[in-house]
């Protein structure tokens, strides 16, 4: 079972920024297109951004140009920089294997809240 370990959430004004990392076990990072989800009260999980093997990006429309999604395969980390945020960015963050359907199992997440 795969073990996600995420961290850096907190609470920041609108227009500030976080980094977001996420540590999982094995070497899954390297081997696998990575995503961060997020999800907030009341709504389903949903993508943020994703990151393949060969490092190319994606990004969900609402969250392009504000985030960076990046990994580092030799520390099997997956990274989130989110800046300019807004009090809709306001979810527990996830980070997981990129997977349709959604992964089963999933770490604590991270909270991130944006006060207006």
């Known amino acids: 079972q795969v073990q996600l370990v995420e961290s850096g959430g907190g609470l920041v004004q609108a227009g500030g920024s976080l980094r977001l990392s996420c540590t999982a076990s094995g070497s899954i990072v390297s081997v696998n297109a990575m995503a961060w989800y997020r999800q907030a009260p009341g709504k389903q999980r949903e993508l943020v951004a994703v990151?393949?093997?060969?490092?190319?990006?994606n990004y969900a429309a609402s969250m392009k140009g504000r985030f960076t999604i990046s990994r580092d395969n030799a520390k099997n980390t997956v990274s989130l920089q989110m800046n300019s945020l807004k009090p809709e960015d306001t979810a527990v963050y996830y980070c997981?294997?990129?997977?349709?359907?959604?992964?089963?199992?999933w770490g604590q997440g991270t909270q991130v809240t944006v006060s207006s």
């Open positions: 997981n294997i990129f997977s349709i359907p959604l992964p089963k199992y």
């Open positions: 990151i393949n093997t060969a490092g190319s990006t």
